[in-house]
């Protein structure tokens, strides 16, 4: 059997694995457009743990898991006991019993960190508050399906404009990682540095050894300038509601991707938005909308990304039988049916004494 390899995070990766990767997504995006997927996980199970609600991860994950012949369940806090009654390590290896893979949506990044330290079966990081290589792996292929004949990684700049959310830190660790410049045009206050230090160094080996660049700069206006990929998120998130009066503050109107703001971006540029949005808020519907918007393309990567993840991770430890183990099975199981029984003792019933 083959070690078990979790998705925790891009960086343990490496630039090769990401191409490889993309090499897969592609094949199995272009077998399903012409309705030729092959059923490479039939029979397998998917148990999904999410900590919190989603769209594109849960379905993402659960049409991915259908279409490749397998089986998904929905597992949500009030319905198993998640470090509640039972031990994060005692649901991990209980679940790895009946399920060939997992996926887990974790408010911590502590918690995806547990159950990958438990579990038998590989884990995949569907988001925490801290990452989400799954949207960052989605992300930077339909980049490359958005960029021109030959042009790869080491010729395109994206542009984060706003908050160093889980989106923003995935993505600056993809993108130097592939040999691209990541620039991350933000208040002070919402930088990297300021929200993730750990990621400074992380980045700064990905410059060193793959030919990334990074930037930090408020200057927003002169950052899309060169931009590729305009890309932004939401301003704050589950948890941070006392601090909308000051994000908002901080954020608004520099920071929003508005007409204004991609007009002084190559007329080539693309704007990117992982969802949801607040529209109105971080970006105007007109750019949204807009031809240069890619932001369903995204969407719609996260299906094809997910099949790709599936096959890759839980593909190699799905056992298969031969034929003839199967009929062999059918013809014992036929067999103990067919048997005869011994009949039990009988039992006497009787009537209650009338009075």
């Known amino acids: 059997m083959a070690q078990i390899h979790h998705f925790i995070d891009t960086q343990e990766l490496g630039p090769d694995v990401l191409r490889r990767q993309f090499e897969l997504i592609r094949t199995l995006k272009d077998a399903d457009k012409v309705g030729a997927m092959p059923r490479l996980l039939e029979g397998a199970s ?31 806090p009030g319905e198993i006991h998640l470090g509640e009654r039972e031990s994060l390590g005692d649901t991990a290896q209980v679940l790895s019993r009946m399920c060939d893979v997992l996926e887990l949506r974790a408010l911590s990044h502590a ?35 958005h960029a021109e004949p030959g042009i790869g990684f080491a010729d395109l700049t994206v542009v984060f404009v706003g908050d160093a959310t889980n989106v923003c830190t995935s993505t600056a660790l993809i993108v130097t990682m592939l040999g691209g410049t ?24 990905n410059c060193a050894r793959y030919g990334g660049r990074f930037i930090e700069t408020e200057d927003v206006r002169e950052a899309v300038r060169t931009a590729d990929y305009v890309y932004t998120d939401l301003w704050w998130w589950v948890g941070q509601e006392a601090e909308i009066p000051d994000r908002r503050a901080a954020f608004m109107p520099k920071y929003q991707v508005n007409a204004d703001l991609m007009a002084l971006a190559p007329a080539s540029a693309k704007f990117m938005h992982c969802l949801p949005a607040s529209r109105g808020v971080e970006a105007t519907d007109d750019v949204m909308d807009s ?23 839980a593909l190699p430890h799905v056992v298969r039988s031969t034929q003839q183990a199967r009929d062999d099975a059918a013809q014992r199981v036929a067999e103990i049916l067919a048997a005869p029984l011994t009949p039990l003792a009988s039992s006497v019933t009787t009537s209650p004494r009338e009075s």
């Open 291 to 313: 031809p240069a918007s890619i932001i369903f393309d995204q969407a719609e990567n996260r299906l094809h990304t997910q099949k790709g993840l599936l096959v890759w991770y």
């Open 182 to 205: 990541f620039v991350h045009a933000r208040p002070e206050r919402y930088s990297l540095g300021a929200q993730w230090p750990q990621v400074l160094p992380q980045v700064a080996d």
């Open 111 to 145: 918690t995806v960190l547990e159950l990958a330290r438990y579990a038998t079966v590989p884990v995949l990081n569907g988001l925490t508050d801290y990452n989400h290589p799954t949207q960052s792996v989605c992300d930077a292929f339909t980049m490359l399906e």
């Open 46 to 76: 998917l148990g999904m743990i999410f900590e919190e609600p989603s769209t594109r991860t849960r379905v993402s994950f659960e049409v991915a898991m259908t279409k490749l012949g397998g089986h998904a369940l929905y597992l949500k």
